[in-house]
């Protein structure tokens, strides 16, 4: 059984076409893509390393890493999107291999063939997180790093990530997020471990409301960047 909704993939389907407009429906991801960047680079220097980004969408981080010196594969479930993402490679002139798959999926046939797999803002779209975060493991080499991000599930994850993100500030679709989903750092952690992955950084996305900038922090309680290194199974 494929560990993706339909109903998510209509989502990201609907909307398709603006992933590379910075002021359409994908704004917040392009506003926080440097800082996504700059935290992978940090603790895994991308240039000359073999990455694979998990959810790709329309490439907007699978492109930055490739332009920072690393050979990319994309994937993705949603068609639409990565069409979009293999047009946006003609215009960008980067290069990156996208292909149409889970990370279950992929993870059978590529086991332990990259040195960076990254999995940002899907974990809280699909039914079952924990075989996507085995699957990343399986997919890293022993001792290669993997960067896992989500949302927080509390009151006032909710607030901010639902109610204030999505219906009041607009910086997301209506509906683009299911309370339900969201995820504790507790249980991200506990997934990981039972993979061989060790949590290294854990850390908060805020958004400041005066001067529309988002930043890294360490308040979690929202949305959250992790990073985890694969140790060798014992």
Known sequence: MQNTEQTELAKFTAIASTWWDRDGDFKALH???PLRLDFIN???????????????GGGILSEAMAALGATVTGIDM??????????????SGQQVDYQLSTAEAYASEHAGQ???VTCLELLEHVPNPAPVIEA????????????????NRNPK??????????YILKLLPKGMHDYAKFIKPSEMARWARASNL?????????????????????????????????????
């Not at 990343?136 to 949302?151: D, H, N, R």
């Not at 994850?157 to 999505?166: D, P, Q, R, S």
């Open 31 to 33: 506003d926080i893509n």
């Open 42 to 56: 940090q603790y895994a220097p991308l240039a000359g390393k073999k990455v694979l980004d998990i959810g790709c």
């Open 78 to 91: 949603a068609d639409a999107a990565l069409d979009v993402a293999k047009l946006h490679l003609l215009e």
């Open 114 to 116: 990259f040195d960076i």
């Open 136 to 151: 990343c493991a399986q997919l890293v080499k022993p001792e290669g790093a993997v960067f896992l991000s989500t949302i």
């Open 157 to 166: 994850a909710y607030v901010h990530a639902i109610i204030g993100a999505e």
């Open 198 to 234: 060790h949590l290294q950084q854990l850390k908060g996305l805020g958004y400041n409301l005066f001067d529309k900038q988002y930043s890294l922090n360490d308040d979690v309680s929202v949305n959250y960047l992790t990073y985890f290194r694969k140790t060798p199974d014992e």
